[in-house]
């Protein structure tokens, strides 16, 4: 099809941290997750390129045992069965189902910088980013519902365009959230170069305290992710799996803690056939939801 020839050929010229994503203008407004629209992605492991995520028929069944069952060394099992009772997150699965043209405007990104309202991700081979972030945002969306939490979505499904990325932020703003998280993962076209890495904003409108708050964050969420198969990243952060940058509009421009996860290089083989399972989409949604927990205890 002609979307998915064109969205093909841009996902080799867009790596993923080279351009974050952006929300049209014109993008509804946040989206409440419930659970009837938080199912688990399905074990599909090949969406289409176009428009399906990976599935969304399973309806996830609320258990309270299954919010203790983790095999983390750090597990869930010695809290409350709903410590995130109170806490509001907001879930950002990067890019969109569809990438236009129009995503190509610029945006506001924060310290007086403009940037795409959106760009189309990366890939790994028929696997695009977007629906690798929609998966694990639902799987992510259900877990942290069952913990307690109220998590507001940045887009409504993964079929649409946008919104841009400095509406993103608004939404995420408007929100009120104790936490953001920005999911994504990365396309390094080098040799061997795989692995996850989180990144912070240094220039955050919250300012230096947010910006603390979110290191804070993201180094609970690394603790989590380190008993996970994926290994930090090897061409990013020195071994810390941490990276801090100024141009990331989604995080600019918030006023509450907020961090973006690469959760994998699309161009590794290794990575890639972890991303594609959905048994390994609910241990990092685990992993995340853990992370979230000890942050906001
Ligand atoms: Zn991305």
Redesign the pocket.
Known sequence: MTVSRLLVTFLFLAG?TAA??TTPASAPGPVAASPSTTASPSTTASPSLTTHPAGESATPTPSATRTTASPSPRTTADQPAKPLAGRTIVVDP??NGVWTKALNRQVPAGNGRTKPCNSS?TAGGDFP?HAFAWALGQELVARLQRLGAKVVLTRPNDHGSGPCVNVRAAITNRAKPDALVSL??DGNLTKGARGYHIIVSSTMLGGAAVERESVALAKDLRAQLDDTALPRSTYIGGGTALHARTDIAGLNLIKVPGVMLELGNMRNAADLALQRSAGFRRTLARALADGLTEALR
Do not use: L, R, T
């Open positions: 993923c974050p994503p990067g890019h991700g980013e994504h993962a």
